[in-house]
């Protein structure tokens, strides 16, 4: 049988049981509020004989949905459903599980979805929804989402699905999702804790997956621990991304740098001191609090917490940050520093939240040799962050 008279035939016997025509072609953005498929819904009782009934029974597709083990800020999530019960309308979207409002607006947005189901442009949004295209028979379908870039991800998917001629209304499909604490979040960048995002190559830096470097701080609550998290790119064992403090943009005397480094199968974070670039940089004992690392595929991350009084060092004080990134001295375990770099301008108090995007456009490629930037001292990247 054809799909074309497959398809005719459901919605005969669909038709015929009472399904609502209205939404043979999947729900509208005037549902995303209630995800009621008929008037009257959940009573019904302005509905009378007319369309599909709210079931009596449980929810027989809970256990058919399939989901990514964890959710992790810009990369789509993904959902399967598979059922030996065949859906014929439906409509899905996350909302935000804190909020107890009747009214709640989607969060996120769909990247991709199954042939047999189309977006919804809830709120005049992006595609927050998911619908279904025709009343066909669908036991099986997937979709990706891509979550909100908030500081806390806490979500759930909500759904009505229509069978034959019976629906069931708002119901929690899943929630309690393991949600992964890097790519950091950007939100509050400038307002409750300065970033700074760093592209050697693109003229553009807007998320994780386009970042060279992705740096955020702020200082404790208590004013003297700062809070750091730092990633982006190190596809091999032994590369690094680093954050250094010192008061010469030029030879970078004196310097303090934090290094988050590739490990066989991790990461780890180092605190290092610098007499000046012409000099190997000494890792400290510093104990650095709270750390946390992650590999996800050429990138790594790490956060930790370190005392603003460090190694003799106040990092409270305004002084120029350093962004570096390279590799390890295989028989140190020294992070090796070269040009390029980036060093701000002028000097940064960590107290002051600040967004900085450096990217290409920002600063003229240096490529002379390491003997010249000594020489010339001009091969630091002096960037305004």
Same mark, same amino acid.
């Given at each position: 049988?054809?799909?074309?008279?497959?398809?005719? /035939?459901?919605?005969?016997?669909? /038709?015929?049981?009472? !399904?609502?025509?209205?939404?043979? &072609? %999947?729900?509208?953005?005037?549902?995303?509020?209630? !995800?009621?498929?008929?008037?009257?819904?959940?009573?019904? &009782?302005?509905?009378?004989?007319?369309?599909?009934?709210?079931?009596?029974?449980?929810?027989?597709?809970?256990?058919?949905?399939?989901?990514?083990?964890?959710?992790?800020?810009?990369?789509?999530?993904?959902? $399967?459903?598979?059922?030996?019960? #065949?859906?014929?309308?439906?409509?899905?979207?996350?909302?935000? #599980?804190?909020?107890?409002?009747?009214?709640?607006?989607?969060?996120?947005?769909?990247?991709?979805?199954?042939?047999?189901?189309?977006?919804?442009?809830?709120?005049?949004?992006?595609? $927050?929804?998911?619908?279904?295209?025709?009343?066909?028979?669908?036991?099986?379908?997937?979709?990706?989402?891509?979550?909100?870039?908030?500081?806390?991800?806490?979500?759930?998917?909500?759904?009505?699905?229509?069978?034959?001629?019976?629906?069931?209304?708002?119901?929690?499909?899943?929630?309690?999702?393991?949600?992964?604490?890097?790519?950091?979040?950007?939100?509050?960048?400038?307002?409750? @804790?300065?970033?700074? =995002?760093?592209?050697?190559?693109?003229?553009?830096?807007?998320?994780?997956?386009?970042?060279? !470097?992705?740096?955020?701080?702020?200082?404790?609550?208590?004013?003297?621990?700062?809070?750091?998290?730092?990633?982006?790119?190190?596809?091999? &064992? %032994?590369?690094? /991304?680093?954050? %250094?403090?010192?008061?010469?943009?030029?030879?970078?005397?004196?310097?303090?740098?934090?290094?988050?480094?590739?490990?066989?199968?991790?990461?780890?974070?180092?605190?290092?001191?610098?007499?000046?670039?012409?000099? =190997?940089?000494?890792?400290?004992?510093?104990?650095?609090?709270?750390?946390?690392?992650?590999?996800?595929?050429?990138?790594?991350?790490?956060?930790?917490?370190?005392?603003?009084?460090?190694?003799?060092?106040?990092?409270?004080?305004?002084?120029?940050?350093?962004? *570096?990134?390279?590799? =390890?001295?295989?028989?140190?375990?020294?992070? @090796?520093?070269?040009?390029?770099?980036?060093?701000?301008? =002028?000097?940064?108090?960590?107290?002051?939240?600040?967004?900085?995007?450096?990217?290409?456009?920002?600063?003229?490629?240096?490529?002379?040799?390491?003997?010249?930037? !000594?020489?010339?001292?001009?091969?630091?990247?002096? *960037?305004? #962050?």
């Amino acid at each position: 049988m054809s799909v074309l008279r497959t398809e005719l /035939l459901a919605l005969l016997l669909l /038709l015929a049981s009472g !399904l609502c025509p209205a939404y043979r &072609t %999947g729900f509208d953005a005037d549902a995303c509020e209630s !995800l009621c498929p008929v008037p009257g819904c959940p009573t019904n &009782t302005s509905a009378k004989d007319a369309g599909p009934k709210l079931s009596d029974r449980g929810f027989p597709l809970s256990g058919s949905f399939q989901f990514s083990p964890k959710m992790r800020r810009t990369t789509p999530f993904r959902v $399967n459903m598979t059922s030996q019960l #065949a859906v014929n309308a439906l409509m899905v979207l996350f909302r935000d #599980a804190s909020d107890d409002s009747e009214a709640r607006s989607p969060q996120g947005f769909f990247v991709d979805w199954s042939d047999s189901l189309k977006p919804v442009a809830c709120e005049q949004g992006p595609p $927050n929804a998911l619908t279904n295209k025709d009343l066909s028979d669908k036991d099986h379908l997937w979709f990706t989402w891509m979550p909100p870039d908030t500081a806390e991800i806490n979500v759930v998917l909500r759904g009505t699905f229509v069978v034959g001629n019976e629906y069931w209304y708002n119901v929690n499909v899943g929630g309690d999702f393991a949600v992964d604490e890097f790519p950091v979040s950007m939100e509050g960048c400038g307002d409750t @804790k300065s970033c700074v =995002t760093l592209s050697r190559t693109r003229a553009k830096c807007d998320k994780a997956s386009r970042c060279d !470097l992705s740096l955020t701080y702020a200082l404790g609550s208590d004013n003297r621990s700062l809070e750091i998290t730092m990633g982006g790119a190190a596809p091999v &064992t %032994g590369h690094y /991304l680093a954050l %250094g403090f010192t008061d010469d943009p030029i030879m970078l005397k004196n310097a303090n740098i934090f290094a988050c480094t590739r490990t066989h199968d991790l990461a780890t974070v180092q605190h290092f001191t610098l007499q000046d670039i012409d000099s =190997t940089p000494v890792e400290t004992n510093q104990v650095l609090e709270d750390p946390s690392f992650e590999q996800d595929g050429e990138r790594i991350w790490c956060r930790f917490s370190t005392p603003v009084h460090v190694a003799g060092y106040d990092l409270s004080l305004p002084r120029h940050q350093v962004y *570096l990134w390279g590799e =390890t001295n295989v028989t140190s375990q020294s992070i @090796k520093i070269a040009p390029p770099y980036m060093v701000s301008k =002028t000097p940064i108090k960590v107290g002051v939240p600040i967004y900085s995007r450096l990217t290409r456009n920002a600063a003229t490629t240096r490529t002379a040799s390491w003997i010249m930037a !000594l020489a010339t001292a001009l091969l630091a990247r002096i *960037l305004v #962050a």
